[in-house]
């Protein structure tokens, strides 16, 4: 039986294929969306932070905006480490990391002790980056045709 010669080279279409199936390749698109969602959050935490800074020190007074804004950089840094843990999943070292477990009892025991300190707006400073969470959340369901970026 004879079979006809077969060009072994690939077209463009069949190139962009064999790159989507490519394990690295998918890897790597997927490693870029996670740290474009982890320099959005922060972002935005960001943000919140500073609305929320100054409408606390406009209600209340600078001593307990102060008291939010440790909490408030105390939660974005909880966040920040938080994503080096989760990018580190990824790799080979699949230890689990309690640094972040340390960072918040250090929050609240500097907080409870401290005296200028009021610990209720440093804890829900802490919380400021479950809200950029619940917004992005929010923002993903609600508006899905729309890609977020």
């Known amino acids: 039986m004879n079979l006809p010669n077969i060009d072994q080279t690939n077209t463009p279409e069949q190139e962009k294929t064999d790159v989507g199936n490519n394990p690295t390749s998918n890897t790597n698109k997927s490693m870029t969306e996670f740290y474009q969602l982890q320099q959005k ?3 935005v935490t960001l ?3 500073g609305i929320i800074f ?12 102060l008291s939010y804004l ?3 950089c105390t939660g974005v840094v909880y966040l920040r480490m938080l994503g080096k843990n989760v990018a580190e999943i990824s790799s080979e070292n699949k230890r689990f990391n309690s640094n972040r477990l340390a960072l918040v009892a ?5 907080g409870s002790r401290w005296n200028q300190l009021q610990i209720v707006p440093v ?6 980056y479950k809200a950029a969470l619940i917004i992005y959340t929010l923002q993903i369901t609600l508006l899905p045709e729309k890609k977020v970026n």
């Open 54 to 65: 100054i409408s606390v020190w406009f209600v209340y007074s600078l001593n307990t905006a």
């Open 106 to 110: 250090g929050l609240v025991i500097i």
């Open 41 to 43: 959050l922060l972002i």
């Open 70 to 72: 440790l909490g408030a």
């Open 47 to 49: 943000i919140l932070t």
């Open 123 to 128: 804890f829900l400073g802490f919380l400021t």
